[in-house]
């Protein structure tokens, strides 16, 4: 248990607490022991990283910048009383707003509500316009009123991501991706430029800004000299930097591509950087750093721009080895149709990696594991990388004991003890199998579109790539592999999953809502479903003990069938593009919440601390030099606090609010 202050592993401290968040530290184990050329690699990297913040900001709305600027003015020159509950109010919105980067929450994308009166607002902001002349010449008046309607009209750019089936996606969201146009224009616009038999397109749309300019649909590219320049240059400088300390000729060529990319941003070349990217698989250190994944654009094209610079863990990765070497072997056996089974699975290449830090789109949340490219036909030809992040699992984990969750919510006393001993290492050969196997697995039939299955596609793609994982984590193959040292272990998972699935993860959702986030709708669909379609031999079931809800799983050995039936749906639906009946499945089992035990669920939650979302502080790395200037060192640090590290990063990596 690491959640208390203990300086010599802080993995896994709780650094801060407001809201539904807690931010948590993780630490960097191995970055002490690397060589100097990798640890001055991966510092330059890390400044190319933060490098990127701002652009994520502006993405995720237009006044995000504008708010960010005087939110932290109004903190940082606040002299009143911090104990006045206006001031308490204005604190939580601002870590709220750091958490989210920009005005929307990062998970549900609903818009956070100030608990602070205008009048306040309009006191201190006047106060800081007069104080900081430098900001108040900055700042666009026209965008100061925006702001101030952003935060106090409730109706006012209300959603950064909407996805409410039937309404106009794109003038409903809140975000910056797309301005002055209708989901009807910008669906045309890329119909016109798209060419269907072209057999490795672009990914359209993935860099640039959807406008109207004198009546016409056009694009602006996020590029040097282009939208989002200033923070763009400033990523090339620092992978220039980076660049001597390549550990492959291919790695070299690579950031030479990516930088090429961010200087012209052409589609072509980012697939070229890509591709270089998935086959260069030898390195010991490893990045992203662009445009990637498009959860914060409701038609999922542009990429919300992101970096996480890592290195391999070596003695962890030998798990993800093993399963990369069978990946013939499980896709030939998976219990899909033959037709959609890939003949020959290419370069599924997997490992555990140590994030060194997490930027963008992945920070202060972010993600366990990662597969990519995103490109299908990249991923067909060449093959795709994929990771676990082990020193996130493990500060998760360090927070997690002790903070009564299982004594609250599982079901008896030899299920928690079969949790304590297998969950962690259950769940990260989940992650490992549902990315390195469950993403690369299958194949569409010819002709169909990868984007047939539209506002549903993240959902079921997410819930192919957990079926794959759940099916394979009880098979006996995982013991032969020595992946696992008993047969029954997969039943730790099994039981979290279903638990999560059907209960725990509803303590995310607001009374009265529905599920929305992809992630989150495909683990209902995956537990609702096999609950419903394992009741007439009660494989598992919900009881009733003491007038409080339980998840009891009464057949191991049949909840594998039944999520192998599943998984052979979800590969159909995707192999032929079904949308109707991937719809069909989402809005059954995937969306709406049985209110009576949502509530049950808070209900039970608030009697625990435990916040529903977690986030991250990053370690500082600073440069140590010689009487010469050179760079002789990288120091490591685990102390800097959450609100601190937002105004380091405002202050020193903010090129577009200069
Ligand atoms: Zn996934």
């Known amino acids: 248990m690491a959640n208390t202050m203990d300086p010599n592993n802080p993995s896994g401290d709780i650094v801060d607490r407001f809201a539904d968040i807690e931010v948590l530290r993780y630490t960097v184990p191995g970055f002490e022991e690397l060589p100097l050329n990798k640890k001055l690699f991966i510092y330059y990297l890390t400044e190319a990283a933060l490098a990127g913040r701002d652009i994520l900001w502006d993405q995720n709305g237009k006044y995000n910048l504008t708010l960010r600027q005087i939110a932290e003015g109004i903190y940082r020159n606040y002299t009143g009383d911090r104990n006045d509950k206006n001031f308490k109010a204005f604190e939580t919105y601002l870590k709220q707003i750091e958490f989210g980067n920009g005005a929307y929450h990062h998970y549900s994308t609903d818009k956070f509500t100030p608990e602070f009166t205008q009048q306040w607002f309009e006191n201190e902001l006047r106060q800081l316009l007069n104080k900081d002349k430098a900001l108040a010449d900055r700042l666009n008046p026209e965008a100061i009123r925006m702001t101030e309607r952003l935060l106090f009209d409730p109706s006012f750019m209300a959603k950064r991501v909407n996805q409410a089936e039937g309404e106009d996606l794109i003038l409903t969201s809140a975000n910056n991706l797309y301005e002055g146009v209708s989901q009807k ?44 320049s200033p923070a763009i240059e400033r990523i090339v400088e620092n992978l220039e930097k980076a660049l001597p300390y390549s550990e492959t000729e291919l790695q070299h060529k690579s950031i030479v591509e990516l930088i090429k990319f961010y200087r012209t941003g052409d589609l072509r070349t980012f697939d070229n950087y890509s591709i270089m990217w998935t086959e260069d698989t030898t390195p010991t250190v490893d990045f992203i750093n662009g445009f990637i994944e498009s959860y914060g654009d409701p038609l999922g094209m542009t990429g919300s721009w992101e970096s996480i610079v890592n290195f391999k863990n070596e003695k962890a990765s030998r798990r993800t080895e093993i399963i990369s070497n069978e990946a013939q072997w499980f896709e030939d056996r998976s219990p899909v149709d033959p037709r959609f089974r890939k003949p020959e699975v290419k370069g599924v290449s997997a490992k555990v990696i140590n994030a060194a830090i997490l930027a963008g789109d992945s920070y202060p949340s972010t993600p366990i594991g990662i597969n990519l490219p995103n490109a299908n036909w990249i991923r067909a030809a060449h093959g795709s990388k994929s990771v676990t992040i082990e020193n996130i699992t493990q500060a998760y984990d360090d927070a997690s004991h002790g903070n009564g969750f299982n004594e609250e919510f599982v079901i008896d006393k030899p299920t928690r003890e079969l949790l304590d001993k297998y969950l962690f290492i259950t769940d990260n050969l989940h992650t490992d199998l549902h990315e390195c196997l469950g993403h690369g697995s299958g194949r569409l039939l010819p002709g169909v579109d990868p984007d047939a299955l539209k506002a549903h596609g993240s959902t079921l793609e997410e819930t192919r790539a957990d079926l794959f994982a759940l099916y394979y984590l009880a098979d ?93 749906e979800i590969q159909r639906i995707k192999s032929e593009g079904d949308y109707e009946a991937g719809a069909r499945l989402v809005e059954q089992y995937a969306v709406k919440v049985d209110p009576r035990l949502h509530k049950e669920v808070l209900d039970r939650y608030s009697t625990l601390s435990i916040a529903p979302y977690k986030g991250f502080v990053n370690p500082v790395y600073t440069p140590v030099t010689d009487n010469n200037g050179n760079i002789t060192d990288i120091k490591v640090t685990y102390e800097e606090e959450y609100l601190p590290q937002m105004f380091r990063y405002s202050d020193n990596y903010s090129p577009l609010t200069r």
């Open 476 to 568: 006996p193959h995982m013991v032969e592999l020595g992946l696992l040292d008993n047969p029954d272990a997969y039943n730790a998972e099994y039981y979290k999953y279903m638990l999560n699935g059907l209960m725990t993860q509803l303590m995310r959702i607001e009374p009265g809502k529905d599920v929305e986030e992809a992630h989150m709708r495909n683990r209902k669909l995956i537990a609702e479903w096999v609950l419903e379609h394992g009741k007439k031999d009660n494989v598992v079931e919900l009881v009733n003990k003491n007038g409080k809800t339980y998840v009891k799983i009464n057949d191991y050995k049949q909840l594998r069938e039944l999520f192998g039936e599943l998984l052979a």
């Open 185 to 228: 224009e910008v669906e045309d616009y890329f119909a016109r430029i798209k060419n269907p038999k072209d057999e490795t397109p672009v990914s359209y749309g993935l860099n640039t800004k959807v406008i109207k300019q004198n009546g016409k649909v056009t694009e602006l590219p996020y590029k040097v000299g282009g939208l989002y």
